[in-house]
């Protein structure tokens, strides 16, 4: 039996105050990780100093306006939507394919993002110039986007079979694309130039230290897009918890809900891959902890992973600044020493929806 | 009123229904009984818009295609077999998804939960997780769920409608006997009931209408004092079955040890 020791302390079984108020905590973790987030980092510049001087007509630093205007609010942009766009993602596919294990990461989403990631990289000098031009600095998000969602629905169709996903089949089936994407992104790796090399080895680390204003305006509206769309999924998600039919019969149009909960996917974790390559395990280890402190209701759930997801990688861009400094370690390497043993500890808590 | 004519469906190729009629009225309980596999549950399946079928299905006169699941969702709720959950949810959450999209709308939106659980002697079990309910408790708390979606009976003097696949197959006795009054009172007050039964004695005890089913064909419907006759219910289950009598009030029960 899983032990699911909150229940005694809710009578009412009604634990929505109880996510009103974690939400209202989260925000303000949120705010609050994004000011220190502007504070920490190898030049000491005190946005609150600077702000101060701004609004009393003092003269601000050039070098004080650039680490923190350039640099540092761009990198805390990233670094919020990143998070919350991966957590958000985790959580809407783990609704969709009604298990806990699905995380983009994991079952090779992120490999198919990252595949057509590299492709437009090392491929888009191939495109007609006029064709270039116009996608300009969209191109490698919206490859992302398109390896994204190829891989989400070609997962979707293999593990799922009238509205039941076998999460055997889903985990396999994940590695299987992972492996595949994994050899395709190897290949174009291979015939990639000097300077396409340069690019690829920086952005695979996983990292948002690249994070600028340019990569941000390419990336952000895409991932806004699919953390506005997420909330409108909710009631769909928790419907289809019951199963396809019977969120059918709950008044859910079940086809148009997938479809949509499938481009969201695609599109948030496309944007974050191809802003900040590989970052796993946010999808995974922050709905898991909202579900056992607020339930698993997605109209609590979706908002508060978006800023639990924010200020945890926040959190862990200033830990990979922080431990190795000047230099700074991979923020994927961060969040995968925390969320491994997180996914383990799942494993082997809830063994039996593993069998489901 | 719903309608269903000339239903045929063809799932995996294979014909499972070949063709039913079948006409159920509000106010009325209307049972679909037959042996294993003769489609009873594909019957449901179809009537409820869930299966692909040929024919057509109607309710009040109108195609069911016509309705949108949202407009759907309003006019009948559908309690399947089994319906295993996904994530911890409390059975309170559980009921309460009963309410989907419609919270604003139902004026005691925050009681129907728990007068539902009440009604299937579910009250107290708020708090537990569902997972840890026994099949028989999980069962019940889905039937609250039915419940609160189509919790009135008539609404703007439109029947609404219960479809119940098998709703006592694991429950005791004392919880088959609320479940099924629970059922007949729904009708009673001017709602539509459609269940798919296996207990044919229970079937004669709460049925208005029964419609018996063998392999995907019609063999019989009408009352059940009609319907549950020796040698309809023998060609039906194939094995001898003898349909008896008790003193008191007349209705009809089915013991297997009185066969020849």
Request: aromatic share 10%; no cysteine; net charge negative.
């Given at each position: 039996m899983v032990a699911m020791p909150l229940a005694e302390h809710m009578p009412s079984g009604d634990r929505s105050q109880r996510a009103r108020w974690l939400i209202a905590l989260l925000v303000l973790l949120t705010v609050a990780t994004c000011l220190v987030s502007l504070r920490?980092?190898?030049?000491?510049?005190?946005p609150l100093a600077v702000l101060g001087d701004w609004l009393a007509g003092r003269d601000v630093g050039l070098r004080d306006r650039v680490i923190l205007l350039d640099i540092r609010l761009p990198r805390m942009l990233t670094g919020v939507l990143v998070g919350a766009s991966l957590a958000v993602s985790g959580a809407v596919m783990q609704g969709l394919f009604r298990n806990?294990?699905?995380d983009p990461g994991i079952v090779g989403v992120s490999a198919g993002a990252g595949l057509g990631a590299v492709t437009a990289i090392v491929l888009?000098?191939?495109?007609?110039p006029a064709l270039a031009v116009w996608a300009g600095m969209h191109l490698v998000p919206f490859a992302a986007f398109l390896g994204g969602l190829g891989s989400t629905l070609l997962l979707y169709r293999v593990s799922t079979r009238s509205g039941r996903t076998s999460v055997a089949t889903m985990l396999l089936a994940g590695i299987a694309l992972a492996a595949l994407a994994g050899a395709a992104t190897g290949m174009l790796v291979y015939v990639a130039d000097d300077a396409q090399l340069r690019d690829l080895t920086f952005w695979g680390m996983?990292?948002?230290?690249?994070?600028s204003w340019i990569k941000l305006a390419a990336a952000a509206p895409v991932m806004l897009a699919g953390l506005v769309a997420a909330p409108f999924l909710a009631r769909a998600l928790n419907a289809m918890a019951l199963g396809e039919s019977a969120a059918l019969h709950l008044g859910i149009r079940v086809q148009m809900m997938k479809a949509l909960a499938i481009v969201t996917v695609a599109a948030s974790v496309g944007a974050a891959v191809a802003i900040s390559g590989g970052i796993g395990f946010v999808g995974i280890v922050v709905p898991h902890l909202l579900r056992l402190a607020m339930g698993p209701d997605h109209r609590f759930l979706l908002p508060a992973a978006a800023l639990l997801g924010g200020s945890l990688l926040l959190g862990a861009d200033m830990v990979a600044r922080v431990v190795v400094a000047p230099a700074e370690l991979p923020i994927g390497i961060v969040t995968a020493i925390v969320g491994g043993p997180i996914f383990l500890w799942i494993l082997l808590r809830k063994r039996g929806l593993v069998d489901l | 009123m719903i309608t269903a004519t000339d239903i045929r469906v063809v799932l995996n190729r294979r014909p499972i229904l070949h063709g039913i009629d079948l006409t159920a009225e509000a106010g009325q309980m209307t049972c679909i009984v037959g042996p294993n596999g003769s489609g009873k549950t594909t019957l449901m399946r179809a009537m409820t818009g869930e299966v692909d079928y040929s024919g057509a299905v109607s309710l009040d006169g109108a195609?069911?295609?016509?309705?949108?699941p949202a407009h759907l969702a309003e006019r009948r709720a559908v309690l399947p077999q089994a319906t295993p959950m996904a994530f911890p949810f409390t059975v309170f959450e559980v009921v309460r998804l009963g309410l989907t999209g419609r919270e604003a709308l139902v004026p005691n939106a925050a009681q129907l939960p728990h007068l539902a659980l009440a009604a299937v002697g579910?009250?107290?079990?708020?708090?537990?997780?569902?997972?840890?309910?026994?099949g028989g408790e999980q069962q019940r708390a889905h039937l609250a769920r039915v419940l609160v979606q189509?919790?009135?009976?008539?609404q703007d003097q439109r029947a609404r409608w219960l479809f119940l696949d098998?709703?006592?197959?694991?429950?005791?006795i004392g919880h088959q006997l609320q479940i099924m009054r629970l059922a007949r009172d729904f009708a009673r007050r001017g709602g539509g009931v459609i269940a798919v039964m296996h207990d044919l004695n229970l079937t004669a005890m709460f049925a208005d209408k029964v419609c018996l089913l063998a392999e995907g064909r019609k063999l019989a419907d009408g009352p059940p004092a009609r319907v549950f006759a020796d040698d309809i219910l023998s060609t039906a289950y194939g094995c001898a079955l003898r349909v008896s009598t008790p003193p008191p009030d007349g209705g009809v029960f089915i013991l297997p040890q009185a066969a020849a």
């Open positions: 920490v980092g190898a030049a000491g510049v005190s806990p294990l699905a888009g000098g191939l495109l007609p996983g990292s948002i230290a690249g994070a | 195609e069911l295609k016509s309705f949108s579910l009250q107290g079990y708020e708090g537990r997780f569902f997972q840890q309910l026994s189509v919790w009135h009976p008539v098998e709703p006592v197959s694991s429950l005791d």
